[in-house]
T-cell receptor
């Protein structure tokens, strides 16, 4: 079955540690996205990538980093510079010509204490 | 991007049609209306989109008013699994990069 996987579903970290969230897709989509969702809020774009080896900052990129070495994978690193890292992180992918029909993964809930 | 307004919550009885409204009075001619939903603690799911004609797929129907200032998402026979937050988004359907800006949406509660 085609889809997007994110792992793990729940992640706990101590303040000051970097943490990497995994996102893999087998939909053959060129574009991939990372969003963050806070309780009762909509989604905010962190980073996006339209093609391998290229990525762009979204609205709230500070404190985050990404890489896109393979078409299927778009890992997100939450660094210690991110002031409020506790959130629900969602990865999505899309065809380049249907960018608004985004397919989302199940999400990773990160808690930093 | 045009701003959208949705009621914060709605109730629907199982088996009945759920009609979710969205106002987008500032929509411009090249902007599409997209609907997504998000079941609690899961990623959003694309439902349907349209420009000016009514659209139907296996999940739902989208009715857009003639002046395009509002639309209604219809779930014809709501089930308990349709309980979710429904988001109406208006964006230009340009190719390439496009972020999705989700507002607070409508929490639809389907009851037995």
């Amino acid at each position: 079955d085609g889809g997007i996987t994110q792992s793990p579903k729940y992640l706990f970290r101590k303040e000051g540690q970097n943490v990497t969230l995994s996102c893999e897709q087998n939909l053959n989509h060129d574009a991939m996205y990372w969003y963050r969702q806070d309780p009762g809020q909509g989604l905010r774009l962190i980073y996006y990538s339209q093609i391998v080896n290229d990525f762009q900052k979204g609205d709230i990129a500070e404190g985050y980093s990404v890489s896109r070495e393979k078409k299927e994978s778009f890992p997100l690193t939450v660094t210690s510079a991110q002031k409020n890292p506790t959130a629900f992180y969602l990865c999505a992918s899309s065809r380049r010509d249907r960018a608004k029909e985004q397919y989302f993964g199940p999400g990773t809930r990160l808690t930093v204490t | 991007d045009a701003k959208t307004t949705q009621p914060p919550s709605m109730d629907c009885a199982e088996g009945r049609a759920a009609n979710l409204p969205c106002n987008h009075s500032t929509i411009s001619g090249n902007e599409y209306v997209y609907w997504y939903r998000q079941i609690h603690s899961q990623g959003p799911q694309y439902i349907i989109h349209g420009l000016k004609n009514n659209e139907t797929n296996e999940m739902a129907s989208l009715i857009i008013t003639e002046d395009r200032k509002s639309s209604t998402l219809i779930l014809p026979h709501a089930t308990l699994r349709d309980t979710a937050v429904y988001y109406c988004i208006v964006r230009v359907n340009n190719r390439g990069y496009s972020t999705l800006t989700f507002g607070k949406g409508t929490m639809l509660l389907v009851s037995p």
